[in-house]
């Protein structure tokens, strides 16, 4: 169960004699989870899990016309985070086989910031540059701290497999790229570098989120459409990134289900004043390593694709 209040002030005007932009506001989340883990239904639950967590948090976002053509934005957000977890556990329960015990009781509070700075300039009104710098961050939801159920004793580690402590997701991140506006035609496309700290991440084999080692995506990302009449819009993309690992055991290696190459293209046709509306997109993405093969041993997935009609 979750609910949030998150007022935000929205300000546009001239500041010493140029144009401003200002978003601030204040976002309040709380999350409360709670979860009977029975063998089968009906039975007496192994595990009860009992998590709550709010967070608060401040932003603010400015963006200043240097010049006519030129715009510069920054911007940062501090957040703090709250959390209890437990877990009660019946050893009587159906199932228990004599081996659980209960996750680790966590109360913690921790704060975040991210920051943000950005440059756009416009050579003129069909095309533009940009780039921009980033540090942000994921807090692990109610659900990611909890295992998936109750540990099956073919297990490969049973036991407590977890304590609720994932770490906050971290990424810090450089772009930058074009677009173009011509008439009825637009594109947009970058490159950008990403390093990440404690990736979360859910391994099959443990049945749990984790935290990866330091891992890293480069890559570029393109889009365009075309307007060829009032009724009809054509769209697409490609995108290429290499995901692997920075540090750790797999140095090197590629992180599982990351397509190196993904594409779309599709057609939207308002037949009639939007009341009927056709829509196709066709999604293809390359071969990726299988999940939870970190080292890269195993066959990869095949390309695939997939086409979406309504």
Excluded: C
Aim: aromatic share 12%.
């Amino acid at each position: 169960q979750t609910w949030s209040i998150t007022p935000r002030l929205s300000i546009k005007n001239s500041l010493f004699g140029v144009p401003s932009q200002i978003l601030t506001g204040i976002d309040y989340y709380d999350a409360t989870y709670n979860s009977d883990r029975p063998l089968f239904k009906g039975a007496q639950p192994i595990h009860v899990y009992d998590l709550s967590q709010q967070s608060l948090a401040g932003y603010w976002q400015h963006t200043v016309g240097l010049l006519p053509t030129t715009d510069f934005s920054y911007g940062a957000r501090v957040q703090n985070t709250w959390l209890s977890a437990r877990d009660h556990l019946n050893p009587n329960a159906p199932g228990t086989f004599g081996f659980e015990t209960a996750a680790l009781p966590l109360d913690s509070s921790e704060t975040n910031y991210a920051l943000h700075v950005g440059l756009e300039h416009r050579f003129n009104n069909v095309f533009s540059v940009f780039g921009r710098a980033a540090h942000a961050f994921r807090t692990p939801n109610v659900e990611e701290r909890v295992a998936s159920g109750p540990l099956l004793p073919f297990a490969p580690f049973p036991g407590p497999l977890q304590d609720f402590r994932l770490k906050t997701q971290a990424p810090h991140a450089i772009e930058g790229g074009f677009r173009i506006k011509a008439g009825a035609f637009q594109m947009q496309s970058s490159i950008y570098d990403m390093d990440l700290e404690n990736e979360i991440d859910y391994i099959p084999a443990l049945f749990y989120n984790v935290n990866l080692d330091p891992t890293r995506r480069t890559g570029s990302e393109t889009s365009a459409s075309l307007r060829v009449s009032d009724t009809v819009l054509l769209r697409g993309g490609m995108a290429y990134v290499r995901a692997v690992f920075r540090e750790g055991e797999f140095a090197g290696k590629d992180v599982p289900l990351v397509s190196n190459y993904t594409a779309s293209g599709g057609v939207t046709w308002n037949i009639w004043q939007n009341y009927l509306v056709f829509d196709a997109t066709v999604h293809a993405w390359s071969e990726r390593i299988m999940d939870n093969d970190q080292a890269n041993t195993q066959r990869r997935i095949p390309a695939s694709a997939t086409a979406d009609l309504k």
